[in-house]
């Protein structure tokens, strides 16, 4: 079946440590997405990607960084420059082609660092 | 500046009955789309309903409809005979229309809904 995955879908990390979240899609989607969403919170874009080998930052890109360096996979390192990495981690992915609207969301990652 | 704005941070509704879930929008762009999902507590984002900025009706996919408002910048999602399943976070979002924003989506902070049996 079609669809993204992410995983794991919980991730524990001691302060201090950087951590790759991954994030795969088989869905052949041009676009891809990471957000990130605090607890009675809406999703907050922290990086984008619109083509391979090319991302640009969102709203909230310090202390994250990413790769693109294949069309169906865009992990993303949460590194122990942010501040307050506990959150969880929403992957989308959106196809360009005409009458394509909607983004596609992964399962989500929740972070828990302590 | 805030690009979507949800006012009711929870709303509760007797099963079987109507429900409008509010959403206003600001965007100085022609060509723009709206979209509402719905987060159940497992966390996935699921895909209810779009509305692009040219058309003329009000889009509507079984038992949603987007009340569409283009001169308010309003765009409501009106449930119809909620169900229990509908319990479940709400989000409003826009797509921006700019071809070098990677057509970001901003989102709202969400409508908590409850159905009550």
């Known amino acids: 079946d079609g669809g993204i995955t992410q995983s794991p879908k919980y991730l524990f990390r001691k302060e201090g440590q950087n951590v790759t979240l991954s994030c795969e899609q088989n869905l052949n989607h041009d676009a891809m997405y990471w957000y990130r969403q605090d607890p009675g919170q809406g999703l907050r874009l922290i990086y984008y990607s619109q083509i391979v080998n090319d991302f640009q930052k969102g709203d909230i890109a310090e202390g994250y960084s990413v790769s693109r360096e294949k069309k169906e996979s865009f992990p993303l390192t949460v590194t122990s420059a942010q501040k307050n990495p506990t959150a969880f981690y929403l992957c989308?992915?959106?196809?360009?082609?005409?009458?394509?609207?909607?983004?596609?969301f992964g399962p989500g990652t929740r972070l828990t660092v302590t | 500046a805030q690009k979507i704005t949800q006012t009711q941070p929870g709303m509760f509704v007797q099963e079987k009955e109507a429900v409008t879930l509010d959403c206003t929008y600001d965007?100085?762009?022609?060509?723009?789309?709206l979209f509402w999902y719905k987060q159940p507590s497992s966390g996935e984002m699921i895909f209810l309903i779009y509305?692009?900025?040219?058309?003329?009706q009000n889009a509507t996919e079984g038992r949603y409809s987007l009340n569409f408002q283009k001169a308010r910048k309003s765009a409501n999602l009106v449930i119809s005979a909620s169900q229990l399943g509908d319990s479940a976070m709400y989000f409003c979002?826009?797509?921006?229309?700019?071809?070098?924003?990677?057509?970001?989506?901003?989102f709202g902070t969400g409508t908590s809904l409850t159905v009550i049996p």
């Open positions: 965007t100085s762009d022609q060509s723009y789309g």
């Open positions: 989308a992915s959106k196809n360009f082609a005409a009458g394509a609207y909607e983004q596609y």
């Open positions: 509305q692009g900025s040219y058309d003329e």
């Open positions: 979002a826009m797509r921006d229309a700019g071809l070098n924003t990677g057509n970001q989506f901003y």
